[in-house]
């Protein structure tokens, strides 16, 4: 009898198990109304529901309105946006993953177009005319780039303010069934923008000091804990290396500070805060990112997962074999087959009758399967 893949092998985090390693990584989809889920959202989440995955995250949703990179991000800074999130989560646990919720704050990322659209900062007029207009806030008042937003530097009571937004996403979150939750502490938004020295020019507790860029971080994963049930994993995801000063060494320390508060996995990542982010970054090679997770993994001690460039059944069974990482993140090879954990399983021999698809599709598959092997074919080589 075959053994069963690493990659198909349960994770249990607290008190949910995933069925497999594979995790949707957040990707957003910049088609949400108001922070609002809208019909595409519910039929692109509903097929990375059914498509194999232990866990599927959600995209970057901005716990507020200023904090929102795009218009058309999604949003948990109000009640009327927990009950379309409920259905999403619906649609995740149904198919028998865990749905997974990453937090987010653009701060000086905020106010830009969609990447089809070039992703640059919109005209101030265009800011202005919204409500109650689109103020951009950051640790410090430096522009990402030339032509970026140069955002207002947060007070002492606006960073206490945000400790405090940050908890009540959680709790609406809680509200809307969500059973993982990631702080996106990478990809030079607010949370990375605090711990970069490029970003981050306060004087006072809050910069300097590498441990002092990293007290947002802390207080903000501890805010969040504090209200998100014990039962449930908290993930943090990391640009554990940047082009702006911060390093693999200031990463293991705030990934061991992090464990400290309650954090329960590292989703490591990198870059985002000048420049490139992983998916536009130059050298990369397929699992560009592992080195990273492996190296926080074993100077931390605690579970990682690694994204980037993961496309092959066989490659992200290598991974997590070898014992680098716990979780693969798989994003774009997402995009490209919705199904690619059902048919990574297969590939790997950890589904030879289908009976990890939905009985809707699995059963008249198994089925064609036993037909054609009645008659000598191979099953394998059929899409
Ligand atoms: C369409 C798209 C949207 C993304 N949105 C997010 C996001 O909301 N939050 C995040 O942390 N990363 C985001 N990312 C980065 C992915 O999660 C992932 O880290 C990256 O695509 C590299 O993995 P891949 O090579 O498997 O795609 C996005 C990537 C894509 C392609």
């Known amino acids: 009898m075959q053994t069963m893949p690493h990659l198909f092998t349960p994770f249990p985090l607290r008190g949910v ?15 949400a109304e108001h922070g609002l889920v809208t019909d595409w959202l519910f039929g692109h989440y509903g097929r ?12 970057a949703v901005k716990v507020e309105e200023r904090g929102l990179g795009t218009d058309g991000d999604m949003g948990l800074w109000n009640e009327a946006q927990i009950a379309p999130l409920r259905r999403v989560t619906a649609l995740i646990r ?42 951009v806030i950051g640790p410090s008042p430096i522009a990402k780039a030339p032509g970026f937003h140069v955002p207002m530097a947060m007070t002492l009571a606006d960073i206490a303010d945000m400790c405090a937004v940050w908890a009540a996403a959680a709790r609406r979150a809680v509200a809307a069934r969500l059973q993982g939750l990631e702080l996106h502490g990478g990809h030079g938004y607010l949370i990375h923008q605090f711990l970069s020295p490029t970003a981050n020019q306060r004087t006072d507790g809050y910069g300097g000091s590498a441990k002092n860029r990293m007290r947002f971080a802390l207080e903000i994963a501890e805010a969040v804990r504090v209200c998100w049930p014990a039962d449930r994993p908290l993930f943090f995801r990391m640009s554990v290396i940047d082009e702006g000063g911060w390093h693999f060494e200031d990463s293991v320390v ?44 074993s100077a931390a001690a605690i579970p990682t997962a690694a994204v980037g460039l993961i496309t092959e059944a066989r490659h992200a069974e290598r991974i997590v074999a070898k014992g680098d990482v716990d979780l693969v993140g798989i994003g774009r090879a997402f995009l490209y087959d919705p199904f690619w954990a059902l048919h990574a399983g297969v590939e790997l021999g950890a589904d ?31 899409p």
């Open 94 to 135: 149904q198919a028998g993953a865990i749905a997974g919720i990453q937090l987010n704050h653009a701060g000086r990322q905020a106010g830009r177009s969609p990447p089809w659209e070039g992703r640059g900062a919109l005209p101030v007029e265009v800011m202005q005319r919204r409500d109650r207009g689109w103020p």
């Open 17 to 31: 198990a995933l069925a497999n390693r594979v995790m949707v990584s957040p990707m957003a989809q910049y088609s």
């Open 254 to 297: 705030l990934a061991r500070e992090l464990k400290r508060v309650g954090v329960d996995l590292i989703d490591c990542t990198s870059g985002g805060i000048a420049k490139a982010t992983p998916t536009d970054a130059r050298n990369v090679a397929p699992g560009f990112q592992v080195e990273l997770a492996r190296g926080i993994r």
């Open 352 to 382: 030879p009758a289908f009976e990890r698809f939905p009985p809707q599709y699995g059963w008249w598959l198994n089925r064609r399967r036993v037909q054609l092997e009645r008659e000598g074919l191979d099953n394998r080589s059929l």
């Open 48 to 59: 990375l529901a059914i498509g194999g995955a232990g866990l599927v995250f959600t995209e």
